[in-house]
């Protein structure tokens, strides 16, 4: 960790972020519109890992909106790429204790809802951990968090209700809906799909959850985003692909890229 934070000191010239942005599948373009930042690849960073999908560059990007200091993680890297879970959550913990405040999760995910249709834009409310982990599991970091942390609001309702009322006001349609969290990388059966959606799940992806829950855990304000780019199995015609997903997060980045600016800018 020393060496991680080190490292991207190095980098910043005391450059503090108050705002993270994690890019999923298809939407890290987003930070590629800001000419004067600091672009540090994963490769680079002690600690970091590398990441393997297409659609996850794999950059830390430093840089300002209206005078906030922001960072954007461009693209992730996920449990089922053979990381542990601490992996996953590492970035969190790099860049809470660079002093972060707030944390944007966003991912592309499968529509459970069947109202939703790809494209749809979901603000995630709760969510439900099927991953079979956890990223606190292990000796409790007393710097960090409390041994039991309370998930009552992993998503902080305050932020959702800003995001609720900025998406209103730019009159992009939103849902909110309860994301459900899996490894991967298979897709899911229709049977497992049924199952989820009798948990109450509106959308379903590889990721995020336990990114989630660390950052609550570190006392971080989270909001959560989906982009809906597929309906799950069983309910569409055509056969999943990672290929489908890229391709409709393209197709909805620029209500999503709007969205989620003037959301930093706000909040």
Avoid at 237 to 256: D, G, I, Q, Y
């Amino acid at each position: 960790m020393e060496a991680t934070l080190n490292y991207i000191k190095s980098k910043l010239d005391n450059f503090i972020p108050e705002t993270a942005c994690i890019l999923g599948s298809g939407l890290g373009e987003l930070a590629d519109e800001f000419s004067d930042s600091i672009k540090i690849g994963f490769s680079e960073i002690p600690g970091f890992k590398r990441t393997t999908i297409d659609g996850h560059a794999g950059n830390l990007v430093f840089t300002k909106l209206n005078n906030k200091n922001i960072v954007f993680m461009q693209g992730r890297y996920h449990y089922y790429e053979g990381h542990t879970i601490k992996d996953v959550v590492f970035p969190i913990k790099v860049l809470k204790l660079l002093g972060l405040k707030n944390l944007i999760i966003t991912n592309a995910a499968g529509g459970l809802n069947q109202n939703y249709t790809p494209r749809t834009l979901m603000i995630i409310n709760d969510h439900i951990n099927f991953t079979g982990t956890n990223p606190l599991i292990g000796p409790n970091e007393e710097n960090m968090g409390v041994r039991f942390p309370d998930m009552s609001e992993v998503y902080n309702k305050k932020l959702i209700e800003k995001a609720n009322e900025i998406a209103r006001d730019l009159n992009i349609h939103v849902e909110n809906g309860v994301y459900i969290g899996v490894t991967g990388p298979s897709y899911e059966t229709p049977s497992e799909i049924r199952m989820f959606r009798n948990f109450g799940a509106s959308a379903i992806g590889m990721s995020t959850v336990n990114e989630a829950i660390y950052a609550n855990y570190c006392g971080l304000k989270v909001l959560g985003i989906s982009c809906i780019t597929n309906c799950a199995a069983g309910l569409s015609k055509t056969k999943l692909s990672h290929v489908e997903v890229v391709e409709t997060a393209n197709r909805v980045k620029t209500e999503f890229k709007t969205l989620v600016k003037n959301i930093i800018q706000k909040i």
